[in-house]
């Protein structure tokens, strides 16, 4: 509990007590007093001691409420309380009646007061946990030693050192040392990252094992925790419709129950007088003060943001940052999702993927094959040399010719060697077998005679069939793949994974036309989300109703561009992103039911003269209560499988 937290605890124990204290002193005593000190002095003393213990609980209501009337802001739930309470007070006064009803109101009111407190803040400070990586210091070396500095202070290139169990401050790159690295903070993955030296470390994640030595390749103010904190921080700017809704609803309800509160006073009286009968003024004032205090709308105001605040806390302990409230709520309504291809949906990493209708061994022409590529940086070049293992002796290769768009000829021990695709094997006037395959194909001729070919595939991510499947069982009814690749790649990924509509060879403006088209051509009301590695997919991730950048972990363009970022390469925390949504969205709109609900059936039974204040204040603090808990549900996600 915090100070003032724990401050409203010790008066509301206080007024407890102490009204416990009164009702348990008999009349009998308050009248003796008139014969001892003077007539009317046992009522009076009686009065002073109930409206002490008012005073002790209802204090703070009393100056906000003031304090509200002085900035011309008087229907909030502070001056509700004031004039309903101090009503009821007055009413008990006139009529020489019970104070309890009074102070028991406002002593409850406190009391779910306190709850909510407790609650908002409990929620606030799990996040705050879960996203504790703002670094408090750097390390810098200085005359041999390790000097503690600010981690604004730290300029780009700076070498620092990393110690086992201290976050990473700054981004950058690992000089010396190898480590495994903690990022559950960053990306919901309890599996530590292994790193060593040339790779780079983003700030947040924390070192568990080894000393780093890190130069650093961005100022701490955009380093990717700087980001992730500032995204996290300002998410409850962004309003959702739900919330803008609420907004507007308490603008207008608040003034129509005083109205109807004042009418409620006046009408009745007005209309039995009118029939010739007694018209019960204290009546209808006891009912017009307990209509103000059931109408009080807190329950809503205070629920509906903390659901969705809630919510984005509950997406970002799984690593998934989403920019606000209005996101996640659209998010919640996403049917159709589209798939970027490269990065996304498959490793983006190419690889060997078979080697066929070869003459010799096969360990032997992917030899022959990495030799020949030894010099070229191509990302076919290296995968082929990955293959292969062994570093290539560059002294065995002569005679390296590389043809633009074609492959590379090249001598290996003396032989002549060719790798390409089909149109090298035609200018050399050599007959090659086509593959059957999906991917990259590189032909191999050596010594003038083709030797067979190697195959080269971007690898389909584990988990990609499993966020497919998991898309259609939460109710998105399509899904699309677009990419680059030419048409038989994609369609063989595309089979892979289960998706139905594809479109290949596109370029990025090409993308962006796709999604235009779906857009359009949805049904109204449809919302769409576009899936991306947030560098090259920017445009169309500003386009979508929904851009998600997936695996962006240091990437300033998915931050940038992207509604939600995806902090790791799993597309089923897409999936999950979507169900987190659709919690949060189904418990704001049961608060919302709920709240108005109760609140609309109180005013009628109090209007009647079917419920009293009692009714009122647990109807009142109940609902708000009960709305808080609920709201706070959102704060816990399911982990993946």
Known sequence: MTKKQKKVLLRILISAGLLVILQCIPADLWNRLDGILFPGAGRALRLLCYLADYLVIGGDILKKALKGIRNKQLLDENFLMAIATVGAMALAIYENGDYLEAIAVMLFYQIGELFQSVAVGRSRRSISALMDIRPDYANVEEDGGLVRVDPDEVAVGTVIVVQPGEKVPIDGVVTEGTSSLNTAALTGESLPRDVKPGEEVISGCVNMTGVLKVRTTREFGESTASKILDLVENASSRKSRSENFISKFARVYTPAVCAAALALFLVPP??????????????????????????????LVISIPLSFFAGIGGASRAGILVKGSNYLETLSKVDTVVFDKTGTLTQGVFQVSGIHHASMEEGKLLEYAALAESASSHPISRSIRQAHGAEPDRSRVTDIEEKSGHGVTAKVDGVPVAAGNGKLMAALGIPYRECGSAGTVVHMAV???????????????PQSAQAVTGLRKCGVDRVVMLTGDEEKAAAQTAKELGIREVYASLLPGDKVEKVEQLLTGEKKGRKLAFVGDGINDAPVLSRADVGIAMGAMGSDAAIEAADVVLMDDD?????????????????????????IGIKLLCLLLVAVGAAGMWLAVFADVGVMVLAVLNAIRALFVKKLQ
């Open 571 to 595: 597309p089923r925390k897409l999936v999950q992103a979507i169900a987190i949504a659709r919690k949060t969205l189904g418990i704001v709109y049961e608060n919302i039911v709920f709240a």
């Open 270 to 299: 007005v209309v039995r007088l009118v029939m010739g009968l007694a018209p019960e003024f204290g009546n209808w004032l006891y009912r017009a003060l307990t209509f103000l205090v059931v109408s009080c709308p807190c329950a």
């Open 447 to 461: 010594d003038g005679d083709y030797a067979g070919h190697i195959l080269i595939s971007d690898q389909v991510k």
